[in-house]
């Protein structure tokens, strides 16, 4: 790495995140495994979780939203600005995935920050009869999608892939 | 006009002074960082703090300037000298009321009677102390003239025993009940941020009153100049100390609360990771 290079990239940068999707999905769970490392029990969001990551040269506003139908409406609010969107799909619940679609769509079409940098976390790994992977980003149509993208297959209860699809989140920011 | 022998006070003066210097620039710097935060925050209880720490760096203001004058003066008690020594006390009390009402809002946990009752007996207490500075003030000026008592700070001893009394009582009262139950309430909280302001609100409190009570002793003692001078420097260091923890706790500047922080999970792994 350059010397010059170098010099710029000692700049701490900051970038804001919000974790949408279904209510059940595990987003508060993701986020509490993000501050504690384990499995931490979490009650339905009704406001709004703030957390911040700081990193080196990077600092990370997360905001955790309500996923309850009566508070996606206020979604647009806090998506509006932020840089990257991290959507929660609870995988191992095949009822709602058309559901889940609609809002994933919703979502994503509301955005108009070309730079977007979208992370979709197929969570609840753990449990039984969960859908594949590749039938999922089928599904999602993920692959028309015009931003930049990623799947990741977690779980919020044995941590499985929850360090991995934020390593790779943030540093797409980091760049 | 009264005259006070200099010889007696000269030599521990100089040192005295500058003791309330420190003493004062570092009061001052804290009360300027709660006046930025109140015009950010404009909440009643950084009100009351500023207001608190205003008047006690104010008493270190009027020692100072009534030891100067009294030295610049050759040692000739003027009114004006005098009644500036007297002005002290009258501001101590309510310093330790605001400070005692802040405590009720964010520490302190008494209810309606007890504040009202506490704070009548403090307006009682200086009510009887404004009686006897006036009536002294008008008919006897006796009361601070005594060189061995002149020192002014925030436990000045320059007036009569009964009126020190109530004084380091009050002080004593307010100062300790507020840090026993911060560090009480610190054990409690499992917040690291919290914990550990609360912590330092705490040492903080007890460090200020350790330094007031070093005020109170080293005026006692003024008849030995060697020790005084000792007490003097441990009484600067300690104020100053006392304001810089008050500050970091009262005001938990980010760099502050960035340091306490526990590193979440997260932010530990990718830190690792780097490393290697
Ligand atoms: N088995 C399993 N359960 C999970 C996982 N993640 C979350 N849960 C459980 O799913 C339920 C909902 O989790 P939350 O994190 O509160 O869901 P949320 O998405 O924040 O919901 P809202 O706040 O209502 O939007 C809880 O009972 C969690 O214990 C996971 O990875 N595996
Ligand atoms: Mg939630």
């Known amino acids: ?175 | 006009m009264m005259m006070v022998d200099l010889s007696l006070i000269e030599p521990a003066s100089f040192f005295i002074i500058v003791s309330s210097v420190i003493n004062m620039a570092f009061s001052l710097a804290l009360v300027i960082t709660l006046l930025v935060n109140f015009f950010r925050k404009k909440t009643v209880g950084t009100f009351m703090l500023l207001s608190s720490y205003f008047l006690f760096s104010l008493t270190s203001a009027f020692s100072i300037a009534y030891r100067i004058s009294l030295i610049y003066n050759e040692g000739v008690m003027t009114d004006t000298i005098y009644q500036m020594g007297s002005l002290t006390p009258m501001i101590i009390l309510p310093a330790f009321a605001f400070l005692y009402f802040f405590g009720c809002r964010h520490i302190l946990k008494d209810n309606e009677i007890v504040k009202t009752y506490l704070f009548a007996i403090i307006m009682v207490i200086y009510g009887l102390i404004t009686a006897v500075i006036a009536y002294d003030n008008i008919y006897t000026n006796s009361l601070f003239s005594e060189p061995t008592y002149i020192t002014n700070d925030v436990f000045t001893i320059s007036y009569t025993w009964p009126i020190l009394v109530a004084q380091i009582v009050i002080s004593i009262f307010v100062t300790s009940r507020i840090g026993i139950r911060a560090l009480r309430l610190a054990r409690k909280s499992d917040q690291p941020i919290r914990k550990r302001g609360l912590q330092t609100i705490g040492i903080g409190v007890f460090l200020y009153l350790l330094a007031g009570l070093l005020s109170a002793f080293d005026s006692s003692i003024s008849n030995l100049p060697a020790l005084m001078i000792t007490v003097s420097a441990f009484r600067a260091l300690a104020y100053a100390t006392a304001y810089v923890t008050m500050y970091l706790g009262w005001v938990m500047p980010a760099w502050y609360r960035k340091m306490i922080r526990k590193k979440s999970w997260f932010e530990m792994q990718y830190q690792q990771l780097q490393k290697r």
């Open chain 1, 1 to 175: 790495m350059s010397f010059l290079q170098r010099l710029f990239r000692t700049r701490t940068k900051h970038a804001d995140i919000t974790i949408c999707g279904l209510d059940d999905a595990g987003k508060t769970t993701i986020l509490r495994f993000l501050e504690t490392g384990e499995f931490v029990d979490t009650t339905p969001t009704m406001g709004v979780n703030r957390e911040t990551l700081h990193l080196p040269n990077l600092q990370v506003n997360v905001f955790d939203l309500a996923g309850q139908e009566d508070f996606r409406n206020m979604w647009h609010n806090i998506n509006e600005k932020s840089d990257g969107i991290v959507f929660v799909i609870d995988r191992s619940n095949v009822m709602r995935f058309d559901e889940a679609k609609e809002v994933f769509e919703q979502t994503i079409h509301a955005q108009l920050d070309q730079d977007l940098i979208i992370l979709i976390l197929l969570n609840k790994s753990d449990e039984p009869n969960v859908i594949e992977k590749s039938l999922f980003i089928e599904e999602f149509n993920l692959l028309d999608l015009p931003f930049k993208w990623a799947v990741f297959e977690t779980s919020a209860k044995t941590g499985d892939g929850i360090f991995n699809s934020f390593k790779w989140f943030v540093d797409e920011f980091i760049g």
